[in-house]
């Protein structure tokens, strides 16, 4: 062999000699649980074979090699600390949790990490302040595993940090601080639980609930309070804590916010009026449904609106007196209701004042100033599908049913156009309109009056409608009021109450009354008018000729109306039992 060849040789044989171990070696120790030999191999120069090592160590969970574990944490070998940290983890005793501890604060990412769920799986007392620092976390992954360990370890120190990353985190932190709190349970954590009721994520919402309601009764305030808010989350939170404590209110205002919160879930729900008279027979329910008026959810208002508007007259100064603060233009348009039709009167006071609480309240500029004109874009726009009015412009749609005011065939003409069409958009509005109506039937303007009692009586389940308009009858026959021929007269005589059967006697009848009369003589038989030529009026008859059906052949009959001693206008002579046949 040449002599350089032979020297290398030499050189080679003398290192791989002077090698203690091999990885051989270390399976072998680690079979034997052999710790000195494999603490030893820690200061190899061999990155291998100290990872190797300390892998051994970690899972022969050798309680004597910690401090060696430990010292390492200071290597310069990135790759080897975090070996230590994983093996420390391995070995799980109490020992090492200063070196944990430790290493929550070490530079990497997946270090922290992996103390941070060491620590809690330790249940480290010791470590509960390192773990609140690491909720600031900047690795959002680290910070979640803190909120974890802290709900492991059980201390309540922990709750105020975690109340306000439960409040400020990822989805994800916020969760797993909740989940801690409800963990570390106590008086301190019901604050920070109830503060989340309305949180975005179901799953921190739902899970702060379920905290709740394992506390218990305390949370009952804060529940019954949660039922105002403005948060449709938080309510949801506040309806199902008070079930899931068996605290669900049976009365007074506390009732009456738990069924508006309960009404008002989804998306513009239906407006159930059986339930809102419900609300309107709650003992005390005044001032709780006037104060939801003012209320930004839809369903908590309209439920509110419709019991106020049933529970009437008592209510309207009352929520009048409510209106102090609102919105200017809202303020403005409040001014004005004694020049709607009807006014001064209570019902307005009442509807126009609940009106005006809606923080939401927006007279629309172009549809008042159209509402307040009577030329063909007034016209176009009241036949318009598109215009679904709002309550800020009906008291000006219940104007544009008045008499034209002309004589001009044609502007009388285009205002009967109006007012039909004016006529079935209130139609199709009716309960929302309804106390504006109910003010619009003691009008001065009989067209108003007519048309406002024709769709009173459609709307549903409330007395007042029909009493409005038999009062309003009332009253004006009993003033000597000039009825006969007028539109007011033709509506209540078609609507035919029996409270005023005996009132329409004392008024001079029209064709409308005549045929009135003849259908309940003869009900079930077609019967029209035919004009007469015109006369002299009589100041005690009043002459009509009938034109009727009977087996299909047509005939008519001359009547004649005379007014009695009694100051009632009847039949003379009166109408035959059978009907006559040409």
Same mark, same amino acid.
């Given at each position: 062999?040449?002599l350089k060849q032979w020297a290398f040789y030499l050189v080679t ?46 899972? *022969? ?8 574990? +430990?010292? !390492?944490?200071?290597? %310069? ?16 005793? %109490? ?22 769920? @060491? ?20 690795y959002e992954t680290v910070a979640v595993a803190a909120a974890v360990? !802290?709900?492991? *370890? ?26 801690? *709190?409800?963990? *570390? ?37 804060? #529940?019954?309070? #949660? ?21 669900? %209110?049976?009365? +007074? ?21 059986? =339930?809102?008279?419900? &609300? ?6 005044? @001032? ?20 106020? =508007? ?12 409510? @209106? ?15 020049? $709607?039709?009807?006014?001064?009167? $209570?019902?307005?006071? &009442? $509807? ?12 629309? =500029? ?36 008045? @008499? ?47 048309? #406002? ?49 005996? !009132? ?6 029209? /064709? ?19 004009? !007469? /030529?015109?006369?002299?009026?009589? %100041? ?28 009632? $206008? ?13």
């Amino acid at each position: 062999m040449h002599l350089k060849q032979w020297a290398f040789y030499l050189v080679t044989v003398l290192i791989l000699a002077g090698c203690d171990s091999q990885p051989e070696d270390i399976a072998k120790w680690k079979a034997e649980k052999n710790a000195v030999k494999l603490v030893k191999t820690l200061d190899d120069t061999r990155q291998f074979m100290r990872l190797e090592a300390i892998d051994a160590l970690g899972e *022969i969970k050798a309680e004597e090699a910690v401090d060696a574990l +430990g010292a !390492l944490l200071g290597d %310069p070998d990135v790759v080897v600390v975090h070996a230590a940290i994983d093996a420390l983890a391995e070995i799980g005793t %109490p020992s090492i949790e200063p070196y944990m501890i430790e290493a929550l604060s070490y530079e990497t990412n997946p270090a922290r990490l992996a103390a941070a769920k @060491t620590l809690g799986t330790l249940k480290s007392t010791q470590s509960v302040d390192a773990l609140i620092t690491a909720l600031d976390d900047t690795y959002e992954t680290v910070a979640v595993a803190a909120a974890v360990s !802290l709900g492991q *370890i059980g201390n309540s120190r922990a709750i105020p940090a975690l109340a306000k990353t439960s409040q400020q985190g990822s989805v994800r932190l916020r969760g797993a601080s909740i989940t801690s *709190i409800c963990q *570390i349970g106590g008086e301190a954590s019901m604050e920070p639980l109830i503060a989340v009721m309305g949180d975005l994520s179901p799953t921190v919402r739902n899970e702060a609930t379920a905290g709740l309601i394992k506390i218990g009764a305390p949370v009952e305030p804060a #529940a019954l309070k #949660a039922l105002q808010s403005e948060s449709n989350y938080e309510r949801l939170s506040a309806l199902a804590i008070l079930d899931g404590i068996k605290k669900v %209110p049976t009365a +007074g205002s506390d009732l009456v916010w738990y069924t508006l919160a309960d009404l008002a879930v989804g998306e513009n729900p239906d407006i159930q009026l059986a =339930e809102a008279r419900k &609300l309107a027979e709650i003992a005390g329910s005044g @001032t709780a449904l006037v104060a939801a008026l003012s209320h930004p959810n839809y369903g908590i208002r309209e439920h509110a609106f419709a019991a106020v =508007e049933m529970m009437g007259e008592p209510l309207a100064q009352q929520v009048l007196a409510a @209106t102090t603060g609102i919105k200017p233009e809202a303020a403005q348009w409040l001014k004005e209701r004694n020049k $709607w039709a009807g006014a001064p009167i $209570w019902s307005i006071d &009442l $509807w126009a004042g609940a009106t005006a609480l809606n923080p939401a309240f927006h007279l629309n =500029e172009r549809e008042a100033r159209l509402l307040s004109q009577s030329g063909k874009a007034t016209e176009d726009f009241l036949r318009s599908n598109k215009f679904k009015p709002e309550r800020e412009v009906i008291p000006l749609l219940i104007d544009q049913m008045a @008499t034209s005011g002309s004589e001009d065939e044609k502007l009388v003409k285009t205002a009967d156009t109006r007012r039909k069409l004016a006529f079935r958009k209130l139609r199709a509005y009716k309960q929302r309109a309804k106390l504006p109506l109910l003010a619009a039937v003691y009008d001065d303007d009989l067209q108003i009056a007519a048309l #406002a009692a024709r769709v009173l009586v459609e709307i549903e389940d409330d007395p007042r409608a029909p009493t409005a308009v038999i009062d309003s009858f009332t009253t004006r026959v009993e003033a000597g009021e000039e009825l006969h021929n007028t539109p007011f007269y033709d509506a209540v005589v078609e609507l035919d109450f029996p409270e005023t059967a005996d !009132l329409i006697l004392k008024i001079r009848p029209n /064709p409308t009354g005549a045929i009135h009369a003849f259908n309940k003589k003869y009900p079930g038989i077609q019967v029209s008018n035919m004009m !007469l /030529p015109e006369g002299k009026i009589h %100041p005690t008859a009043e002459p009509f000729r009938l034109k009727y059906l009977m087996d299909g052949r047509a005939n008519d009959m001359k009547v004649v109306f005379r007014l009695n001693e009694e100051g009632n $206008w009847l039949p003379d002579p009166p109408f035959p039992d059978e009907l006559p046949q040409n």
